[in-house]
């Protein structure tokens, strides 16, 4: 079976509302479908590589790409697993957790994005909250970083929300213009003071050594997070 060879699609986080996982292929069309409707104001742009000012076809058309792209060039010292997020057996949007040396380093970057007709419902602090508890609960992570631009205040709200605290500024060039990034980072200790969602976690026993990882105990990796 092909979960033997790629464990990764056997993994699955549950929160009081949402399923966290790898879609199928007609989930991935749903998601780029979700995709070409919206996904944030027109007259901001919340990601440095501007995807979504990519007209509406070619838009769903780079989510695939890039969805495919991730899991081909994945390797345990570098990978980025991008899990679709699902209520009620819909898909809203799309939760990022990435890592670089992760053995060595234990620190992971998150990122996410949300159909538009889905903002303003708590949906990211909960999908946020389900990758920290893999990270720190399911990963044994030190930290965890993030980032958004001065103009967008929800991804903050999220961000403090969970815990995170300031790590400084980067520039970027984002529709020609330079653009304020301001950087978070939570540790281990703040995640735990700050964790009140309920995650669990199953299937990631087996995705271990693909994420870097010697095997360790299975499940479960039930907790609050």
């Not at 060879?5 to 989930?27: A, F």
């Not at 081909?72 to 898909?91: C, M, R």
Request: net charge negative; aromatic share 8%.
């Amino acid at each position: 079976m092909l979960i033997d060879h790629w464990p990764l699609l056997g993994l699955r986080l549950n929160t009081p509302r949402l399923e966290l996982r790898l879609p199928s292929g007609e989930e991935l069309s749903e998601l780029a479908d979700l995709a070409a409707q919206g996904v944030h104001e027109p007259d901001r742009m919340p990601f440095y590589v501007p995807w979504t000012d990519l007209p509406p076809t070619e838009r769903a058309r780079s989510v695939v790409q890039h969805h495919w792209l991730r899991l081909g060039n994945w390797t345990p010292d570098n990978w980025s697993l991008n899990l679709a997020v699902f209520e009620a057996g819909q898909i809203v949007g799309l939760q990022t957790i990435a890592a670089r040396n992760y053995a060595t380093v234990r620190e992971v970057a998150t990122g996410s994005w949300l159909g538009l007709r889905h903002h303003g419902r708590g949906i990211g602090t909960e999908m946020r909250a389900a990758v920290l508890q893999l990270a720190f609960a399911g990963l044994e992570a030190n930290e965890a970083t993030s980032g958004a631009f001065a103009d967008n205040p929800s991804s903050f709200r999220v961000s403090s929300k969970l815990g995170y605290e300031p790590d400084g500024i980067e520039h970027h060039v984002v529709r020609g213009r330079v653009t304020v990034m301001r950087r978070l980072r939570i540790s281990r200790a703040q995640w735990e003071a700050h964790q009140n969602t309920s995650v669990s976690i199953t299937g990631l026993g087996p995705c271990l050594p693909v994420l870097g990882l010697a095997d360790e105990p299975d499940e479960p990796f039930d907790a609050l997070s």
